[in-house]
């Protein structure tokens, strides 16, 4: 039987096992009048197309239910036998899709050969060659000289030959892999700028294993790594094995390298190992070890130096975060955080694992909340127990807050018939470190207390008003004094507000505008204080927030005498269109009826000087995006009595697009600091300076990669801190990256000031190779916390990305 060129055959090979003893279908008349003899018509797409059943196929899979669909301008085979298509010949079944200039397919072995630009799709896959041949449903067979496209990473290779073992396994010889074109902008073949050699390549989707024997990765015709045998992970899924190196230099220690092994124990549980050695210091062992049980889950960190030659002792960091869910409700949690000496954060400040990196703090804590249905409430009982160690600097003197050993509590709140209410009672023992408890002259000892409100909150459309009664008591007992001290301080107060708001056009957009005026009354008698000890009292910030507050002590040691009104207002100018804040502006201010006698003092520590201040200072607030590309906003804290203001806070953003930012900021302490702070993520030159209006960097490498192109793009990071009254550098990050479309450059300056006139500065490289992996030590983390706004040039992929962030790849394996 055979078709015309002319025509387009459409061929389906049924899965039924009776099909080969079955006789051909009737031909209706009509349609045997026209077409080739025996070959029946049915009604396609493109009208009537001749279509056939050659014969079955081999049971023992579901895969083979699945029709076989082949199309061809040319066709000939027998009905149950071979068939061979000629002229864009096309083969489908399921996701599988072979086309060739000439196929044929025996339904006897389930036997496909394909000759002349072959090409394969499958499983978001494409390969191309001259010359296929496999079995379909076994998948099993070999590829010659083929290319390949992989999706999920966004690369390509070659091999001399692929042989498919079965449908998860398969061998590569020869194989080149990458993600930079291969080809310059003439069409001419040419080297990419990175590429990862092996003489065999193992792929085994089942396990999620690949191995690469006699890998080479070559980066602009040199060869950087280079091993005997390596293995990785297929996707995004954890494997065991090393991660990629890390490499960083910084003024205290030298040249540092790390090379972390990655542990994948169980699904819950992982462990990663990185040996390490510093020029100056010597060689040390980090570690990291992460569990996720039903009931429990936690981290386990520590960092190893035997032998610091620069301190000539053995030094170590140590941390470890827990979280456990008990029976009968019980919630336990600890953090540790110590370190060897009170030198770490010098030497190591980038490995400063708390936010206050001369101030540690640990914790373990007992819990269980329970609900009182009755009254609409719910509750939490706690023990806990917390301690600090302090790092103390010749230059400088910490004072250490209280330690907590144990703090025993119950806090209730809960509302009824309209009435809002709140309690709180702890007994705490508190103590000091043993480096302060004798050398500070502060006094040690237990306190009870017990802090209670109680509201009736008035709460309507457009405004709202809350009155409120509280009680704040407490007993001392300090050591070395044989009598308790006591006090109760009562408090009352009203907050009320306006919520008006009104439709308004400005700046071409339609806007809805509100006003919200506020008012808070306070009334606390006053109480004498100073000869109370002081475990946890401290002056809150002075700021929109706290001035609505009714004591301006935080803790519990030191209720303030207030009687005082605080008026405000805020107005919003809102985007009807996309919901946006387009401009906000605040003020608010407070009167005192009377002097304020428990006064904090400069320093914020209470038991100051009278305050008889009648007004207090003024607090205005303003922030803005109405210009296209801009975001400026401000604080100032303005005294009236000097007519001059005490902090403000001024700042300017300009993001006319992605990847283009750049920031100002100034600070202003009165009398303790000025400070300007400059940021930025701009390009300098190259493809995304000269990109079409809309167009990202990011889109731009990525079609530099495509077409081939030598030119990429340098961007510009950093951010600055200058100091205006020390006249200096304070903290500074400066940087460079170049995106070359399939591979991104950075090269990241990091100077950390440990003192007046003390800075480590640290020099971070990293390569990038998209869709592999980032070799070197890694900036992104310091780029992302010090400046506003910056964004990676190019997103993770996610599955098929070796990304060492990931822990899947590079797993060598010396042979």
Same mark, same amino acid.
């Given at each position: ?53 050659? !014969? ?49 397919? +025996? ?46 990473? !966004? ?13 998860? @396994? ?39 294993? !690949?191995?690469? +024997? ?12 280079? *091993? ?74 520590? +960092? ?20 456990? &869910? ?24 980038? &490995? ?16 269980? $909340? ?5 009254? @609409? ?17 010749? +230059? ?8 907590? /050993? ?40 237990? &306190? ?32 070395? @004094? ?22 308004? /056009? ?57 009687? #005082? ?24 201010? &407070? ?65 006319? !697009? ?52 030598? #030119? ?39 100077? *950390? ?25 890694? $900036? ?36």
């Amino acid at each position: 039987m055979r078709v015309p060129a002319a025509a387009t055959l459409t061929v389906f090979l049924s899965s039924l096992a009776s099909a080969a003893a079955q006789t051909p279908p009737p031909v209706p008349a009509a349609a045997a009048a026209s077409s080739p003899v025996g070959v029946p018509l049915v009604e396609g797409a493109r009208g009537l197309q001749p279509s056939v059943v050659l !014969g079955a196929l081999p049971k023992g899979d579901a895969a083979a239910a699945l029709p076989i669909v082949m199309r061809a301008q040319s066709m000939q085979g027998q009905l149950n036998g071979k068939a061979v298509a000629e002229g864009d010949a096309e083969f489908r079944r399921g996701g599988l899709v072979i086309k060739a200039d000439r196929l044929s397919y +025996e339904p006897d072995t389930d036997q496909a050969t394909a000759s002349g630009h072959v090409r394969i799709v499958r499983d978001g896959a494409v390969y191309s060659g001259p010359a296929l041949n496999v079995r379909v449903q076994a998948f099993q067979g070999s590829f010659d000289q083929p290319a390949f496209e992989l999706a999920a990473t !966004g690369g390509s290779g070659r091999a001399r030959r692929i042989d498919f073992i079965s449908p998860t @396994q398969s061998v590569a010889t020869d194989a080149r892999y990458t993600s930079c074109p291969r080809e310059d902008d003439s069409g001419a073949d040419t080297e990419p700028a990175w590429e990862l050699q092996t003489t065999k390549l193992h792929l085994d989707t089942a396990n999620n294993v !690949g191995i690469a +024997e006699g890998a080479r990765l070559r980066f602009l015709g040199t060869t950087i790594l280079a *091993l005997p045998t390596m293995s990785f992970a297929l996707g995004d899924q954890r494997k065991s094995g090393w991660l990629p190196p890390s490499l960083s230099i910084d003024s205290r220690g030298g040249l540092e390298l790390s090379v972390p092994y990655y542990l994948d124990l169980a699904p819950n549980r992982d462990l990663t190992l990185a040996p390490r050695v510093i020029t100056r210091r010597g060689a040390g062992l980090d570690g990291e070890f992460r569990y996720l049980e039903p009931q429990f889950d936690g981290r386990l960190a520590a +960092e190893w130096l035997p032998n610091d030659r620069v301190a000539d002792r053995s030094r170590y960091a140590l941390e470890w975060q827990h979280q456990s &869910r008990l029976p009968a409700d019980l919630r336990l949690s600890a953090a540790v955080l110590r370190v060897s000496d009170d030198d770490w954060w010098k030497d190591f400040p980038n &490995r400063s694992r708390s936010l206050t990196s001369r101030l540690l703090g640990s914790h373990v804590a007992l819990e269980r $909340p329970f609900e009182m249905p009755g009254v @609409q409430g719910t509750g939490l009982v706690y023990a806990r127990a917390n301690q600090w160690q302090v790092l103390q600097a010749s +230059e400088s003197f910490i004072t250490a807050p209280y330690q907590r /050993e144990p703090q025993v509590g119950l806090r209730v709140r809960g509302q009824r018939s309209g009435w809002a209410w709140n309690a709180e009672t702890e007994f705490n023992r508190f103590t000091l470190p043993d480096s302060q408890a004798a050398s500070t002259g502060r006094v040690q000892g237990s &306190r009870v207390h017990a802090v209670a409100g109680l509201s009736y909150p008035w709460r309507e459309p457009g405004w709202w008003l809350v009155p409120r009664l509280s009680i704040n008591a407490a007993r001392y007992a300090v050591d070395g @004094q044989n009598e308790q001290q006591h006090r109760v301080i009562p408090s009352f107060s009203i907050d009320a507000g306006l919520e008006l708001e009104r439709s308004t /056009e400005a700046f071409g957009r339609a806007l809805r505008q509100t006003l919200e005026p506020r008012v808070f009354y306070v009334n606390t008698p006053y109480r004498q204080q100073s000869q109370l000890p002081n475990f946890d009292a401290a002056a809150k910030d002075f700021n929109f927030t706290s001035i609505y507050s009714d004591n301006t002590f935080s803790g519990v040691d030191r209720v303030a005498d207030l009687h #005082q009104l605080t008026a405000g207002f805020t107005t919003r100018l809102v985007d009807m269109a996309t919901g946006a804040e387009a401009l906000r502006l605040g003020l608010v201010q &407070r009167f005192l009826f009377r002097s304020q006698q428990v006064a904090p003092k400069a320093d914020g520590s209470p038991d100051g000087e009278v305050l008889s201040q009648r007004f207090s200072d003024a607090l205005l607030l303003g922030s803005t995006n109405v210009l296209p590309g801009w975001t400026l906003d401000g604080a100032v804290q303005y005294s009236p009595d000097i007519n001059r203001s005490i902090r403000s806070i001024a700042g300017a953003r300009y993001s006319p !697009g992605p990847f283009r930012t750049v920031g100002a900021t100034y600070r202003l302490a009165r009398g303790l600091s000025e400070q300007l702070e400059l940021g930025w993520q701009w390009p300098l030159w190259g493809a995304a300076t000269v990109g079409a209006p809309g167009e990202t960097p990011s889109r731009l490498g990525q079609a530099l990669a495509r077409s081939g192109s030598c #030119q990429g793009t340098w961007y510009s990071v950093g951010r600055l801190n200058y100091s205006l009254k020390d006249r200096r550098l304070t903290d500074s990050v400066l940087g460079l990256e170049y995106d070359a479309g399939c591979w991104i450059g950075r090269f990241v300056v990091e100077q *950390l000031s440990t003192g007046r006139s003390e800075a480590t500065t640290r020099y971070l490289i990293q390569l990038e190779l998209v869709g592999l992996s980032r070799l070197g030590s890694n $900036p992104l983390r310091v780029l992302k916390d010090n400046i506003p706004g910056y964004r990676l040039l190019r997103e993770d992929r996610g599955s098929g990305a070796l990304d060492p962030t990931d822990r899947s790849i590079l797993s060598p394996s010396y042979e």
